[in-house]
């Protein structure tokens, strides 16, 4: 009797027990659903329905796309080609097909014809070349301004009424901003390339050897979007399409190391051709580093602002004003100059004959020297 009531007692928590498992399972499922309820109706609340969100997100990325697809495309037809040779036959597959054939890049930079581009693609002043429109019209060119050591040239070809290319604002460009480089790699073939990438770094100087000894460039913007050789004198674009920079030179010895030189280096120049067809270019007669290249020429010079004068014209304007070479030069007209870049940009708003006040250290104390500008030759 005893082991009766005694199964019969352990059969009741058995069966007691999986009913309790049942109903704990249930009521976990119950509220679990409810939670999962909850939680989304809050979401909705708040965001709107979960599908039109993600809806959403795909729309604004799609739109992002969608604006700089148009950017470039409104971009790219201020782009032109440039060559020395009016029939290349330019190809991918022939060797060096760029430097052999004087391929290059240009922008369009106002509408009654001036095209903006490097030195070493358009050459020195008076020089002719060959200009490819977007429409694939090739017209003659005739370069109205050059600078070597800028690696930039104007040129003006006789058509009117052209697109022509938004200038940007290269003094306030950041690190890591999204750039775009448009340009002719390579060949024709290849015509009107777009590259992206960001800014890498401000203010570089680089040493350039060439066949005419060391030369230095400063103040260019780095990039990593894709620079090829036939990338020269196109334009690297921010996001809104603006030029900021004109593509100039590629280190060989590494990927993603490109430059360009900032815009707004040249700014007054376009402006004067634009709207004048002329420009009557100030000058100093005088050459200076900043303390980028100053390290590369003499170690012991210490340099922690301005620039340092390297070089004076003979019979220039500032041979008889008492500057001399070794002076650091702080400030024209009581605007603090840190580059030589500064000092052009500002000197090319001047006009010849006008007078400019330098401030100069020399030996740690400060000079003032007044100089009539001349005209450069």
């Known amino acids: 009797m005893y082991k009766y009531r005694k199964r019969q007692s352990n059969f ?34 708040a965001n709107g329905n979960v599908e039109t969100n993600r809806v959403s997100y795909e729309v604004e990325q799609n739109e992002d796309i969608n604006d700089i697809t148009k950017v470039l495309e409104n971009t790219i037809r201020c782009v032109v080609g440039i ?66 050591d800028l690696d930039l040239a104007i040129l003006k070809i006789s058509v009117s009424n052209l697109e022509h290319i938004t200038l940007g604002d290269s003094d306030n460009i950041k690190i890591g901003q999204k750039a775009y480089a448009i340009g002719n790699p390579i060949g024709v073939e290849l015509q009107r390339t777009v590259t992206s990438g960001i800014i890498s770094g401000v203010n ?31 334009p690297l674009i921010n996001s809104n399409g603006e030029v900021i920079g004109i593509n100039s030179v590629k280190i060989t010895d590494a990927e993603g190391i490109g430059f360009a030189v900032p815009i707004n280096i040249v700014k007054p120049i376009i402006q004067s051709f634009s709207e004048n067809g002329e420009f009557e270019e100030a000058n100093l007669g005088i050459f200076a580093y900043d303390e980028n290249v100053v390290s590369y ?7 922690n602002s301005g620039i340092y004068v390297a070089y004076i014209e ?24 840190n580059k030589m870049s500064q000092l052009r940009s500002y000197i090319y708003t001047k006009k010849v004959g006008d007078e400019v006040k330098l401030t100069i250290l020399r030996n740690n104390k400060e000079r003032n020297i007044t100089i009539k500008l001349g005209k450069k030759s």
């Open 297 to 303: 020429l003499d170690s012991k010079i210490d340099l």
């Open 204 to 234: 570089r100087t680089i040493k350039i050897d060439d066949e005419n000894g060391e030369t230095y460039m400063e103040d260019l913007i780095q990039t990593d979007a894709t620079i090829n050789p036939g990338n020269s004198g196109g």
């Open 314 to 337: 003979a019979e220039g304007p500032s041979y008889s004003s008492g500057l001399k070479t070794g002076d650091v030069i702080t400030k024209i007209d009581e605007i603090t100059i």
């Open 83 to 148: 060559s020395k040779i009016r029939n290349t036959g330019s190809s991918i597959f022939l060797n060096n097909s760029t430097s052999d054939l004087g391929l290059g890049t240009g922008i369009i930079v106002s509408e009654n014809g001036y095209i903006l581009t490097n030195w070493h693609v358009a050459g020195e002043r008076y020089s002719n070349c060959y200009v490819t429109l977007e429409n694939a019209k090739t017209v003659n060119g005739s370069v109205v301004w050059s600078d070597k």
């Open 12 to 45: 009741k928590k058995v069966i007691f027990l999986i009913l309790l498992i049942i109903v704990v399972a249930v009521i976990s499922i119950f509220v679990y659903d409810m939670y999962i309820n909850i939680d989304v109706y809050s979401h909705e609340q």
